[in-house]
């Protein structure tokens, strides 16, 4: 259990320094690079819109036909690049701080 609970906290903490990174390069105005942030969370945020039910996504956002709409698609991008970089992150710090 003690485990678990150093790896959720490690990966909250990979979420928090992603989101930091994000606002910075939001406020430098790096924008190629969160493009290439929101490609590595393309094909993920594929499979979940081509896998998970229409009405789950019509549930969840309010938008008919959520699966094709890319205001949907573009911040499901997004998330889970974002997502990703946190998990790596997360996965780094547990593995030089926790692990023994």
Not at 14 to 26: A, R
Not at 34 to 55: R, T
Not at 65 to 77: K, M, Y
Request: a neutral charge.
């Amino acid at each position: 259990m003690r485990l678990f609970f150093e790896f959720t906290l490690c990966a909250a903490l990979g979420l928090l320094v992603s989101g930091v990174i994000l606002i910075f390069l939001l406020f430098f105005g790096k924008f190629g690079l969160i493009e290439y942030w929101i490609a590595s969370g393309k094909p993920l945020a594929h499979a979940m819109l081509v896998l998970m039910p229409d009405g789950f996504w019509e549930g969840l956002s309010g938008i008919e036909g959520a699966a094709g709409n890319p205001h949907v698609r573009s911040f499901l991008e997004l998330c889970m690049g974002l997502g990703q970089s946190a998990l790596l992150l997360g996965l780094l710090l547990f593995r030089l701080v926790c692990w023994k």
